[in-house]
């Protein structure tokens, strides 16, 4: 879990924290990975018997790969998402751009319920193998800390950075700033949909009711903790954060102290760990 949402960071951080685009729509890119992930790796036959409302419909029914290659599909498939999502989206700034990337995120999770034929709708999908286990999920992480340090450390992670400080200044400088986010924000769309990718297979099984945006704000949360622009800092934070959140757990269960009893609070762990 602490790999899955490193990688999720980093893609956040890759878009806000390095390229300066205050993006809330990564549950959105997620919940695509997980599903298109979720259809390549299924049988047929798992397919045929769990989809009960509507029948699934072809190609969908009859696909099926190897993990890595679903992985892979996951995040291509958000990455164009991304790319229809950024061409309206990003000639809005700051605040704007925030609301309308989770206007988007919202709209995909609505669309993913509806889509019955072929996302099962508000059921979910169920017994996904289980994949991720902990070699894949820290290789993966590998490939994305690889990749992040290789673009960010090129003139074209200059160029981020050069977008992020100063937008105007860019464009004087001759650089395609639109074309450049558009770049950005698709591939953080992409290793968001890896990250979805691999939390499905983690926990095999999925539903809309996951991709909601407190998803994108934990995410978010890790980013901010562990510094925008620092990619060190993303890992770091996913590893503090996820802990504590687990640890935190015991708040909520109840506690004796000298005599008196304590009776457990649920969502009191949230509130715990909002305070640290």
């Known amino acids: 879990l602490i790999a899955v949402n490193a990688i999720l960071a980093l893609s956040l951080n890759l878009i806000y924290g390095f390229t300066g685009m205050f993006s809330l729509g990564h549950a959105g890119f997620m919940a695509i990975g ?4 979720a259809l390549c790796v299924l049988p047929a036959a ?4 769990m989809w009960i409302l509507e029948d699934i419909i072809w190609p969908f029914s009859v696909i099926h790969t190897p993990f890595w290659f679903s992985v892979v599909a996951g995040g291509f498939v958000a990455a164009i998402f991304g790319l229809f ?3 309206p989206v990003l000639r809005l700034g700051g605040d704007y ?3 309308a990337t989770l206007g988007f995120a919202e709209i ?3 669309l993913i319920v509806n889509l019955t034929p072929i996302t099962n709708g508000s059921l979910g999908i169920k017994g996904i193998p289980f994949h991720a286990s902990l070699l894949v999920n820290y290789g993966w992480l590998l490939i994305t800390l690889y990749c992040m340090v290789k673009l960010l450390g090129s003139n074209f992670g200059n160029i981020f950075k050069a977008i992020r400080d100063d937008e105007i200044a860019a ?4 650089i395609d700033t639109f074309r450049t986010k558009v770049l950005s924000f698709c591939l953080g769309a992409f290793f968001a949909g890896v990250g979805g990718a691999l939390l499905g297979n983690l ?3 999925i539903d809309p009711k996951m991709f909601t945006f407190l998803l994108t704000f934990n995410v978010l949360m890790i980013v901010v903790a562990g510094g925008l622009g ?3 800092g993303s890992i770091l934070g996913s590893a503090v954060i996820t802990v504590l959140l687990e640890w935190l757990r015991a708040v909520e269960d109840p506690i004796t102290l000298g005599g008196f009893a304590i009776p457990g609070i649920p969502g009191m762990r949230m509130v715990v760990f909002s305070l640290v």
């Open 34 to 37: 997980a599903y298109v992930s």
């Open 46 to 49: 798992q397919k045929e018997m």
């Open 85 to 87: 999502i950024a061409i």
């Open 97 to 99: 751009l925030g609301i």
């Open 108 to 110: 995909i999770r609505v």
């Open 171 to 174: 464009k004087v400088m001759g």
């Open 203 to 205: 926990l095999t099984t």
């Open 230 to 232: 620092s990619l060190t």
